[in-house]
């Protein structure tokens, strides 16, 4: 007898979360239960250093819908929404955090529109319960920042909650760079997209794996993934000061030449003037640096994450 495919896939990234993951085993199976369609949940381990991975086992023992890929080490949150990819086999594959901040039984209204005919379907956060102000803050600047600088227009409130239809999930297989901003490559591919509202519940136990440096690297790859414009500001700000220079010479020569010397003379002068455009220059050495060593992990052509435990993985398709 041919075995199904399943029609949905659920995958779930999960790192030290053995506070949380029965519960969120308890409802996304009830959820699973209630789907129009075959389905199976893929929890991707990150290097967990808890007991998730054993937990994972217990589930997997007891439900033949959970699978299970190991990481040999923590690859990051959005590699692991990457592997989960590679290895779903539904026709709809739901992307979820396991920390229950994103409720599973929103997968429903998510379904209801692919089944309109929605090939992306994200998830807008309406209120954030649970979250201090300066997480509110920064997540305000971070989606004020990338809707000015990215190249795509990214919904504001949106996190990896979505559903994205099979023909989104081979196009992004095909993606394989290494800093990864996986909302913005699911826009990036196009197809039709709409987006439905929820209420976003506080962590049901741990901590947050999303501490501030994480965040500002996040939001580093982000920009630099979809946004040329910090190497634009570069030679923009090179114009101007060029051009503040050119307008300063005659003006200096004419009043030299009309016995003023109160103006452009000191130290000190000269010394802010070199401090700031010494600075100028570093900090937009670093942004080179930043993209040059984006630049250097690709050409490495290392794989994307090494497993340490899988199931099969499913066949090659052509999108």
């Known amino acids: ?44 381990f990150d290097g967990s250093r808890d007991r998730s991975p054993e937990i994972g086992d217990e589930l997997r023992a007891r439900d033949p819908r959970v699978k299970l890929i190991k990481f040999s080490r923590n690859f990051g949150h959005q590699i692991a929404i990457t592997a989960g990819a590679d290895y779903a086999e539904g026709d709809a594959v739901v992307i979820i955090d396991s920390d ?42 971070f989606y004020t920042l990338i809707q000015r600088l990215a190249s795509i227009r990214i919904p504001r409130d949106t996190g990896d909650f979505r559903l994205i239809d099979r023909k989104v999930v081979l196009a992004l297989r095909t ?6 901003f996986m909302r913005g490559l699911s826009v990036w591919v196009g197809y039709k997209q709409t987006g439905i509202r929820y209420d976003r519940a506080e962590r049901y136990a741990g901590t947050t794996q999303y501490p501030l440096r994480k965040m500002l690297k996040f939001a580093s790859d982000a920009i630099t993934s ?7 500001l570069a030679t923009t700000l090179g114009f101007i000061v060029s051009a503040l220079a050119l307008i300063s010479m005659p003006v200096v020569i004419a009043l030299r030449m009309l016995g003023s010397h109160d103006f452009f003379t000191g130290q000190a002068s000269t010394l802010i003037a070199v ?7 570093l900090i937009f050495l670093g942004v080179l ?29 052509n999108f």
């Open 289 to 317: 640096g930043e993209y040059l060593g984006r630049i250097y992990d690709e050409v490495k052509h290392r794989p994307l994450y090494i497993v340490a435990e899988a199931p099969p993985k499913p066949p090659a398709e």
């Open 100 to 141: 229950l901040q994103d409720p599973p039984e929103v997968i429903h209204d998510l379904v209801a529109k692919w089944h309109e005919g929605f090939q992306v379907v994200y998830a807008q956060r309406a209120t954030r319960a649970g979250e201090t102000r300066f997480k509110l803050a920064t997540a305000a600047a």
């Open 1 to 44: 007898m041919v075995q199904m495919r399943p029609r949905y896939s659920i995958i779930a990234p999960v790192f030290n979360e053995e506070g949380t993951l029965v519960e969120f085993h308890r409802r996304v199976a009830a959820v699973m239960d209630a789907l129009d369609g075959p389905s199976e949940l893929l929890l991707v």
């Open 175 to 180: 993606m394989r760079e290494h800093h990864r």
């Open 275 to 281: 401090l700031f455009l010494g600075g100028v220059q």
């Open 226 to 232: 979809f946004s040329y414009v910090p190497l634009q």
